[in-house]
């Protein structure tokens, strides 16, 4: 795609989704603590659910939750009344999807005031900074356990990077997803997948760094050497892909699956072009998991569906509006 004028195939990653037991313990965080509304709610019907995420001949009740309105960075909450594995936050190293991030206009003041309130972070803020190129990028980042093995990560950036929450809403204290990371053994696989020859985003960054902050931050042995590379399009959420040099523990790729797992378990990417889109997954080392599908759901609208895999493994449902 970077040898034409062709416009990139996917804007970022539509939605993260997230597995729950129920709902009430999510809206309570997402909604009352950091200001997320429900966009939609309902059911994606069981033919099209079980087409999708093989999740069985049951409707799957849904949420979409969204902040200031924002079209993407979104959260899409999946209920799964038969989770395939135990609730469980992902350690750094292992390998499948890790954290959802979102800005906070002012990290210490949250980290406060979600500990008065008696949600304890597992990270303190915490600055650290990451080489690239010539000049050392500073970060502060705290992280946040969410219900069902969900882990949020609150980033306070030296220099902010365009938000729809924000530009609506200049005031609230936090954003829409900004990034959403996974951690994989084939990093180059990843990002030629997402990068400008696959499915359009462009690499911002591709580093291999150690740093004693990040060391803390993400609970690594010290000295880790971490490969991130940092993918974005023309809207969040981004995408971190991250490669421990050396390193990986638990594989947690066939417990993280839409409709089906706790937690973090996939994204939902809108796309200009499906079929462009398949295209690109099949000759980027991606598979797709079955033929698109016509719906009209709470999660996507009027939209032709299909589900597929990363080359890494990583679950993301596909989509092109109908409306």
Same mark, same amino acid.
Request: hydrophobic content about 40%.
């Given at each position: 795609m970077s040898d034409d004028n062709r416009q990139p195939l996917v804007e970022g990653v539509t939605a993260a989704v997230v597995g729950v037991t129920d709902?009430?313990?999510?809206?309570?965080?997402?909604?009352?603590?950091?200001?997320?509304?429900?966009?939609?709610?309902?059911?994606?019907?069981?033919?099209?659910?079980?087409?999708?995420?093989?999740?069985?001949?049951?409707?799957?009740?849904?949420?979409?939750?969204?902040?200031?309105?924002?079209?993407?960075?979104?959260?899409?909450?999946?209920?799964?009344?038969? /989770?395939? *594995?135990? =609730? +469980?936050?992902?350690?750094?190293?292992? &390998? !499948? $999807?890790?954290?959802?991030?979102? #800005?906070?206009?002012d990290i210490e003041a949250a980290h406060a005031e979600h500990g008065r309130s008696g949600r304890d972070w597992t990270t303190a803020p915490t600055t650290y900074g990451v080489a690239v190129g010539e000049r050392e990028v500073q970060v502060t980042q705290g992280v946040c356990?969410?219900?069902?093995?969900?882990?949020?990560?609150?980033?306070?950036?030296?220099?902010?990077?365009?938000?729809?929450?924000w530009a609506v809403d200049p005031d609230r204290p936090f954003t829409e997803l900004t990034s959403v990371v996974c951690?994989? /053994?084939? *990093?180059? =696989? +990843?990002?030629?997948?997402?990068?400008? &020859? !696959? $499915?359009?985003?462009?690499?911002? #960054?591709?580093?291999?760094?150690?740093?004693?902050?990040?060391?803390?931050?993400?609970?690594?042995?010290?000295?880790?050497?971490?490969?991130?590379?940092?993918?974005?399009?023309?809207?969040?959420?981004?995408?971190?892909?991250?490669?421990?040099?050396?390193?990986h523990r638990v594989d947690r790729r066939a417990t993280q699956r839409p409709a089906r797992s706790l937690g973090h378990s996939g994204w939902s990417v809108r796309t200009r072009d499906l079929a462009a889109a398949l295209e690109s997954v099949r000759r980027t080392g991606g598979r797709v998991l079955g033929a698109p599908v016509e719906t009209d759901d709470p999660?996507?609208?009027?939209?032709?569906?299909?589900?597929?895999?990363?080359?890494?493994?990583?679950?993301v449902t596909l989509w092109q509006s109908r409306n």
């Amino acid at each position: 795609m970077s040898d034409d004028n062709r416009q990139p195939l996917v804007e970022g990653v539509t939605a993260a989704v997230v597995g729950v037991t129920d709902f009430g313990p999510h809206l309570d965080f997402f909604r009352g603590d950091l200001g997320f509304q429900v966009a939609a709610e309902g059911t994606v019907p069981a033919a099209t659910a079980d087409a999708l995420w093989g999740s069985g001949p049951a409707d799957v009740e849904v949420m979409a939750l969204a902040a200031a309105g924002a079209e993407t960075g979104r959260i899409h909450l999946v209920r799964v009344p038969e /989770p395939i *594995a135990p =609730a +469980e936050p992902p350690h750094n190293l292992d &390998d !499948g $999807l890790i954290g959802i991030d979102m #800005y906070a206009r002012d990290i210490e003041a949250a980290h406060a005031e979600h500990g008065r309130s008696g949600r304890d972070w597992t990270t303190a803020p915490t600055t650290y900074g990451v080489a690239v190129g010539e000049r050392e990028v500073q970060v502060t980042q705290g992280v946040c356990p969410a219900p069902d093995g969900t882990v949020v990560v609150f980033v306070q950036p030296a220099a902010v990077r365009g938000t729809e929450a924000w530009a609506v809403d200049p005031d609230r204290p936090f954003t829409e997803l900004t990034s959403v990371v996974c951690h994989v /053994p084939d *990093a180059d =696989a +990843e990002v030629a997948f997402w990068g400008p &020859d !696959g $499915l359009g985003m462009s690499v911002w #960054y591709d580093v291999v760094f150690s740093s004693p902050g990040f060391d803390t931050v993400a609970g690594l042995p010290s000295g880790t050497e971490m490969r991130l590379a940092f993918l974005a399009g023309e809207k969040t959420a981004r995408i971190e892909v991250t490669s421990a040099v050396g390193e990986h523990r638990v594989d947690r790729r066939a417990t993280q699956r839409p409709a089906r797992s706790l937690g973090h378990s996939g994204w939902s990417v809108r796309t200009r072009d499906l079929a462009a889109a398949l295209e690109s997954v099949r000759r980027t080392g991606g598979r797709v998991l079955g033929a698109p599908v016509e719906t009209d759901d709470p999660l996507h609208g009027r939209a032709l569906v299909a589900c597929t895999d990363t080359p890494n493994g990583i679950s993301v449902t596909l989509w092109q509006s109908r409306n």
